[in-house]
């Protein structure tokens, strides 16, 4: 038995309908009229004892009809024109009364919402409306143009993006950015320019050729292929290559001509507000007649909207296990744990891969499960070899496990054991050297201060916040005064 039936097998168990590639499938001997936009077929095909139902799915149908074309993008436009939400990046500039002023703040208002769009778009990608109208207000009010984004440094980008996760994004619209202002400074206008420069790929590209310069082109992100795939009822895995280039191609023959970037935004608009992935209000719908799932639904109890698109799979989310260290260092020896300029050790991580270039708690990668020695074994080598840190002979005045947490990634579920390491080293942190060699790491010492200041990733922030609630709760004022050290 290949995977496959055995998919089926589950489903059918659960008396629901089995959308497949290229199929609708019921359960035997049913006979169900389908109603495309053109005409209403019935076929049924018998194989075995099983009944399947032809005609839409794994050749996925144009739209070829020009008037539900019209229909479905006029009633989409209207209502974008009623209901779209008030977002900041959709605000426009009001008009001056001078004609040639006019001609020149057109301009100006084209690149700035180019660049609007761009930031925006960027931000939204894996993350929540919500979340992002806050981080998009503080950029904007920092760097309001392109202009003033490229004289940024990527450590101002990173503190400002810290927390939205994916930083991946930031560092390419800050490289992007500089791309564009060394290249003349001018916004590229068309997919094809906005191609060339770094970070923008075909989604960003459309979002910004369609909605700043009016090019009749499409975007397709989640929310558009939710929309598609029910709309023409496709029964194939949306996460193939061919059924996205044809998710392409017919969010291309919906592009109204004339309002192209309202057209792309009303169909993401429906997207996250009617034709969300788990309660569609079809009821509310402006394209519900057009909509296939949605007469398939009506034509029999077994199927549902969200039945589309098919449900794929994912793939299994990788374990990864890591010995986090926060290193505090008493500036002085008459410092306590909790005096202010106390420095913590950050390490940059290296400039390629997860994370990139970002500050973290020095952390070392394990193989699996590791008991506490090991990684504290782990942990001194790490230390010596990159500080020249020899943790038997640098005072320490508290050694502590903490506790440990799970941060997840997109495909890695990260289990970071943390253990709290205060020292008390003559010298304070001038004791730390790096290593002298090519690959020398990047690591500094803050003070508290300026840590909680610091644009910290939500995965070392949930670290920090694990110290401090254990300081709170079980450190003295001075750990030294009640001899606290750990034995190691
Ligand atoms: S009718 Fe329902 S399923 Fe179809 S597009 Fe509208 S909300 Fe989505």
Known sequence: ?????????????????????????????????????????????????????????????????????????????????????????????????????????????????????????????????????????RWMEKWPTLHHLAQATQEEVNEMWAGLGYYRRARFLLEGAKMVVEGGGEFPRTVPALRKVRGIGDYTAGAIASIAFNEAVPVVDGNVVRVIARLKAISANTKESETIKNLWKLAGQLVDPHRPGDMNQSLMELGAIICTPTSPSCSACPISEQCHAFSLSRNSQRVQVTDYPVKVVKPKQRHDFCAVCVVEILEDQKATCSSRNNGFLLVKRPDEGLLAGLWEFPSVLLDGEADLAMRRKATDQFLKKSFNLDTDSCGIILREDVGECVHIFTHIRLRMYVELLILNPKGGSKILSGKEEKDTIAWKCVDNKSIQDMGLTSGVRKVYNMIQQFKEKSLPENPRSRKRKKKL
Do not use: C, H
């Open 1 to 137: 038995m290949d995977n496959d039936e055995e998919e089926e097998k589950g489903k059918r168990r659960k008396g629901r309908v089995v959308v497949r590639r290229g199929r609708v499938r019921k359960p035997p001997n049913r006979t169900t009229t389908i109603t495309t936009e053109t005409t209403t077929t019935t076929t049924t095909t018998k194989n075995k004892n099983k009944t399947s139902i032809v005609g839409l799915g794994g050749d996925i149908e144009d739209f070829s009809d020009e008037l539900i074309l019209k229909k479905i993008r006029d009633s989409l436009l209207q209502w974008y024109d009623q209901n779209q939400r008030v977002l900041p990046w959709r605000r426009r500039r009001s008009k001056t009364t001078d004609a040639d002023e006019d001609e020149e703040e057109d301009e100006k208002e084209t690149s700035r919402r180019a660049y609007a769009v761009w930031v925006s778009e960027v931000m939204l990608q894996q993350t929540r409306v919500s979340t992002v109208i806050d981080y998009y207000n």
